[in-house]
Every structure is written in C-alpha cells, then in structure tokens.
C-alpha cells in the first residue's frame, strides 16, 4: 500500500493539467475554424454576386470569425516582412539608402489604391474563384500594417546599445544568434505595441478591404467590414451598433489570447537589471508556459533554432571584401539603382501619355490642402497623447486597462461615425472642409499614444530612481527624463500617424449616408472619385502626388528629427 501515492504522483504526471485541457480546446478550435473559412476559398467567385450581406445579427459570429482570421493572417505576413524589409535596411547602409524612402513611399500609398491596382492581378491568379478575392483583401490589410511594424523595428535595430552588441560578440554569437537572441528581444517591447496598432489600423481600413469597389468590378467578402458597408448604405444604424459590439467582443479575444501574453512576455526584455514594481499578468501567457501540449508542440521549432545559431559561414568577411572592394560595390550598386530608376521613368511617361498637366497641378493643390489638415491634426494630436501615453506607460497596471480600450478606440472605423458628421454638418450647416478633418486622425492619432506608452514602459528603473533621489520633478523632469526617454518612439509613432493620416484622406474627405454625400476639398476626395468611376489615370496621379508629398515631408522633417532622435537619446 505503501507504494500507491508514488505510483499515482508519478501517473500524474502524464495525466492532462487543466493548462492542457484549455490549450487543446484552442488549438482544435483554431484548426476547425481555419478549416471552415478555408472551403469558401474553392467555391466560384459567382456565388459571392447571389450570396448579399445580410444585416441579421445571427450572421455577425460568422463574419467575425472570418474578419479576424483574414487579419490574423496579414499580421503574420507583416511580421516577415518586418522581419526581413526592415532588417536589410537598418544593416545596409546602400539598402537603406534605397528601403527608407521606398517604405516612406509605400506608407503614403492608399489602401484604395493599392487595392484599384492589385485587384485585377489577384483575381487572375485564381480565375473565377473566392481565393482571389481574398488575397486581395488580405494584401489590403497587410498595407494596413506592414509599414508602421517594419518602422518601429527600424528604428529598434538602429538604437540597440552598443554594449548588448559588444557582448554577444563577445560570447561568440554569429550574426543570426545576435539577432534572435539580442536584437530581436530589444526590439520586442516596442514591436508588440505596434503590433496592437497595426491590427487596430486593419480594423481601421477593413471596409476598403471587404467590401472592395474599383469602376465596375465589386466584391462583398463576408466579414464584418462588407456588414459596415452593407448597414451605411441600408442607413441601418442598429445594424451598426451590432457592429460595433461585434468589433468589440474580436478585439477582446485578441487583447485576451494575443496581445496581452505578448506584452507581459516582452516585459522580459526591458533594458535594465531591476524588476519592475508592477508584474503584468496574463493567463493566457500562463497557459502557454504551462501546457505540455504547447511545448511538445514548440520544441522541434525551438530545437532548429538552437542549431542554427551555432551555424558560422566558412568564408570570412574580410576574404569577401578583398575579392570585391568597397568602391566596386559602390559603382555596382548604384548602377543598378540608375537602371532601375530608366526603367521606372520610362515607365511613367509610358502610362503618363494620356494625362494632362492641369492635371497634375489640380492633384498637387488639393495635396496641399489634405498636408495642411494633417499638419495641424499630428500637432494637436501629439500635445494631447504624448503626456498621456508618458503617465500611463510609467504605471503598467493601468497600461494593462488602458490596453483594450485604446486598441477598440483606434480599431473604430471612420466609416461608423459617418451618420454623426452627416448629421451635424446637415443640420447646423457645417463647412466640410473643417468638419470633416477630425475623421482623418480617428485612427491614426493612437500611433502616437501607443508608441509613447511603449517608450514609458520602458524607461529603466534606476533613471527614475536617480530623478527621485535629485529631486528633479515638475517641467524639469518632463525636460529631462520623460521627454527625452520617449523621443525616439514618439518619432516613430509620428511619421506612421502622419502617412496614415494621408491614407485616412480618402475615407475622411467623402462621407456618405445614404443618399446624402459631403466633400471636403483635398487629395482623399480626389483619389476616392477617381477609384468609384474606375479613372486609372487619375487614381495613379493621386497616388503619385500624395506620395509625393509624404516622401518630401519625411525627408526634410520627419526623418531628421528620427536621426537627431538616433543619435542623441539612444540608450547606451
């Protein structure tokens, strides 16, 4: 007898936690729901012309389940590319020459464009099937995304103290174990952020990326964005509260599964040697570290990984660089730069023919007119979100429940606020040219607000027990301390609110309920006339222009206060 509680501790031990109860229930019920959205994808693209959104509340758990899956999807295709894009830009000095003002390009691109010109490619990759829609509306919300995650990882890889390099080297990690193992974690903390930003910036943009209309080609996916869509037209305003609690129930089960273990898992990563007062908690996050399940699940990953960091190239550096000098890569490179550069001019005048110059200068005045609102919104936006994100970055409790609100705030689309702007400027005869603007900063303020509160949450401890112990409090610690220490990230957050703000233009500046429609003058109105009559010409002339616009400001602003941000208030 004495042998039975041995022997059943030791049975116990191959028996099933309650971790792993929960985490097989979410690991089959991913797996059936990824499995039930897939079988829409074979099915002929015809189906989707018979089978109208319907407004019914009963129809919302499906469209919800999809919608989030198509962005969950683009967030892990964002991070390969941030992964990857921004990378070889901050690690190459002639790849970042060229990278950064093409990602500044990139970022000034509107949804709706990006849309207009690859909707047509992605339907020809699966010809009258739904698999092509659906590429095209995950490529959307990956444009949604992408650019703001590749920046804050940028500007991460640019600022790791010099010390933390020095010690991997030291410890003889090759370059993929520094990045994976030192880079990577720096870098994190402020990723994950950013990451919520994206994803709430993907809620932003899924109207546009659901409910797809180019001249005459429309596309109504299922999801939650084409139900906005469908409810706007229909001027069903309970069909737009279900959304909104629809929208509010998926951000809460991402905050719940994703994003909170996220960033209680990065809090591991702060660059300082004392524990933070204030432990972010995460059941999910307990789960995941509990549950032998995950782990059988995780270790053949984690075990390439440890081999790969022991891989070290059998070819130095230095032999590599004898066979081809530095100036022959230079005439190389930038050869290769200048025949890049023909090829694209010639063809632009090729497409250009057609397009008159009046034009061009008719897209560039109301570009000025669209810089001049997002000018003004950024400042009023950064006066107001900057000292809130340094309060509540510096109490991580509070983060914790400033967390989810912020996420749905950011996650709100403009569109749902449309039957209030056409209202008011209705009824009290408001002029749209101002009334309108705040709906291009709806979204796209939080960038800041998430990427300051990130930088106060990392401040290191032993900077504000210095403060305290000098007594230094009131605008000289904002001054010195805060100020400084969020800089960096703040930057980041600015240049990424200030090209969506662009993109935002073309949701903000024509507002529709309805039968009833107001305009603000600017670039946004120009584009989103030119995507409904389906005018290719004039849709690239906007395109063009507005990234014209956000590639001069960020070179001659943005990305100067970003090096003066690099180079002055780096940790190390």
Do not use: C
Not at 226 to 251: D, H, K, Q
Not at 365 to 390: D, E, F, K, M, Q
């Amino acid at each position: 007898m004495q042998f039975l509680p041995t022997i059943s501790i030791r049975a116990r031990a191959f028996l099933p936690s309650r971790w792993d109860v929960l985490a097989a229930l979410l690991v089959l019920g991913f797996i059936v729901v990824f499995a039930d959205a897939s079988e829409l994808l074979r099915q002929p693209l015809a189906n989707l012309a018979h089978r109208h959104i319907s407004l019914s509340p009963s129809h919302l758990p499906d469209y919800a389940m999809r919608t989030a899956l198509r962005m969950l999807i683009a967030l892990a295709l964002s991070l390969i590319f941030t992964f990857t894009f921004a990378t070889l830009a901050a690690k190459s000095t002639r790849a970042g020459a060229l990278l950064i003002p093409l990602l500044d390009i990139l970022q000034s691109v509107p949804i709706l464009g990006f849309i207009s010109i690859t909707i047509v490619f992605f339907l020809s990759i699966a010809p009258g099937r739904i698999f092509g829609a659906e590429m095209a509306a995950v490529f959307a919300i990956f444009t949604s995304q992408a650019w703001n995650m590749a920046f804050s990882f940028y500007q991460s890889l640019r600022t790791v103290p010099a010390e933390l390099d020095e010690a991997g080297r030291l410890f003889g990690l090759n370059g993929w174990a520094r990045f994976w193992r030192i880079e990577v974690p720096f870098a994190m903390p402020q990723l994950v952020w950013n990451m919520m930003m994206s994803m709430s910036g993907g809620w932003f943009f899924v109207v546009a990326a659901e409910a797809i209309s180019v001249g005459h080609t429309t596309i109504a996916l299922p999801g939650i964005g084409s139900y906005i869509a469908a409810a706007i037209a229909a001027r069903n305003l309970t069909a737009i509260w279900w959304a909104i609690g629809t929208m509010l129930v998926v951000i809460l089960i991402y905050d719940q599964l994703l994003f909170r273990p996220l960033v209680a898992w990065s809090e591991r990563f702060r660059f300082d040697d004392q524990q933070n007062e204030e432990e972010r908690e995460s059941w999910a996050l307990t789960m995941f570290r509990r549950s032998r399940l995950i782990a059988v699940l995780v270790m053949p990953f984690a075990a390439f990984m440890r081999k790969t960091y022991r891989f070290a190239p059998r070819v130095r550096r230095a032999a590599v660089m004898d066979a081809v000098s530095e100036r022959t890569a230079n005439v190389v490179w930038y050869a290769f730069l200048a025949l890049l550069a023909v090829i694209a001019v010639w063809r632009v005048a090729v497409f250009a023919g057609p397009i008159q110059l009046n034009e061009v200068f008719v897209a560039a005045g109301l570009g000025a007119l669209t810089g001049l609102r997002v000018l003004v919104l950024i400042a009023i936006a950064s006066a107001i979100w900057v000292p809130v994100g340094i309060y509540v970055g510096l109490r991580p409790r509070l983060a914790q429940m400033v967390q989810p609100v912020a996420q749905f705030l950011a996650a709100f689309p403009a569109n749902l606020l449309f039957p209030l702007a056409v209202f008011l400027i209705d009824v009290w005869d408001l002029n749209p040219d101002i009334w309108l603007s705040p709906l291009m900063v709806l979204g796209t303020q939080w960038y800041i607000l998430f990427n300051v509160i990130a930088g106060a949450s990392l401040l290191p401890v032993e900077m504000r027990d210095v403060s305290t112990n000098f007594g230094i409090s009131g605008w000289l610690w904002w001054r010195k301390v805060a100020l400084p220490a969020v800089f960096p990230f703040y930057v980041t957050g600015a240049i990424t609110a200030s090209g969506g703000s662009w993109n935002a233009s073309i949701v903000a500046e024509v507002v529709s309920w309805g039968s009833r429609t107001f305009r603000a003058h600017g670039l946004g109105a120009y584009i989103a006339d030119a995507t409904a009559a389906g005018n290719f010409h004039r849709i690239v002339v906007g395109i063009a222009v507005m990234a014209a616009f956000v590639t001069v400001i960020n070179r001659l602003f943005w990305r100067r206060l970003y090096e003066y941000a690099e180079r002055r208030f780096r940790l190390s």
